[in-house]
């Protein structure tokens, strides 16, 4: 009678190896939710308890993934591989008359170039009463303390955008022999702090630059991952709640 054997942890490693990409033959970037990094504001859906988007354990400040939940304090912040940059012009309804994503706008249209800020509010209104919401969207690889790196994207809007010219700045003063280095090829670490003006308070991102990759597989995986997003080969949906995050000012 033969044997059954238990196959060891090795052989199923090889195993799952040879079988990469199964089961996902038909599945594009259209089928994936990127998750989008975010601070917990004072009015953000994560420390409502009735709220489906709410989060045990979460504070004011803290950092979050917008898919799994997972959420690290503003302390702590997160270590991250910047990919690839953009900046959005997002039209959404305004939060009077209820909210809501429209759609994305070109900076050559004769919406955006009819744009006039409110006075009042600040916002940048539409010629249809809705509001533009200038984005900037960073595409990176969250660094987990295992080692693995997940796609994310970070946006900022608003009083963040200086936020991200800055890190912008950062990023290209990194170079070697006078040459400009990819932005793929630095660790920055992003932590949250206490920021306001006279209109209110909130938490803004604060961003430091952490130190150059020392893995070629991380680079390497990090530059496959900019080629993708280059050439349209990954894209990204905004989720329903695109606006649901947004400092007041």
Not at 2 to 28: C, H, Q, R, V, Y
Request: charged share 25%; aromatic share 8%; proline share 4%.
């Amino acid at each position: 009678m033969a044997e059954n054997k238990t196959p060891s942890s090795t052989d199923l490693i090889k195993a799952f190896e040879a079988d990469s990409g199964s089961g996902f033959e038909e599945m594009s970037s259209a089928d994936i939710q990127i998750p989008f990094i975010r601070i917990i504001q004072a009015l953000s859906p994560q420390l409502k308890k009735t709220d489906p988007g709410f989060i045990q354990g979460a504070s004011q400040g803290d950092i979050f993934n917008t898919v799994t939940k997972k959420f690290w304090s503003a302390e702590e912040g997160i270590e991250v591989i910047p990919i690839y940059y953009q900046l959005k012009l997002l039209e959404f309804v305004p939060r009077t008359q209820g909210g809501g994503f429209v759609g994305e706008l070109n900076a050559a249209s004769p919406e955006v170039q009819k744009v006039v800020r409110d006075k009042d509010t600040g916002l940048e209104l539409l010629d249809n009463g809705n509001e533009l919401v200038r984005t900037a969207q960073h595409y990176v690889k969250v660094i987990h303390k295992d080692g693995t790196l997940e796609n994310a994207i970070v946006d900022m809007k608003k009083t963040q955008l200086k936020k991200s010219r800055g890190w912008n700045s950062i990023m290209m003063m990194q170079k070697s022999n006078g040459v400009t280095l990819p932005s793929f090829s630095n660790i920055y670490k992003l932590t949250s702090s206490e920021d306001g003006n006279d209109k209110g308070s909130w938490h803004s991102w604060s961003i430091s630059h952490a130190r150059q990759i020392d893995s070629m597989e991380a680079y390497n995986d990090a530059k496959g991952t900019h080629t993708s997003i280059k050439s349209g080969e990954m894209r990204v949906a905004l989720p329903a709640d695109a606006n649901s995050d947004e400092v007041p000012f």
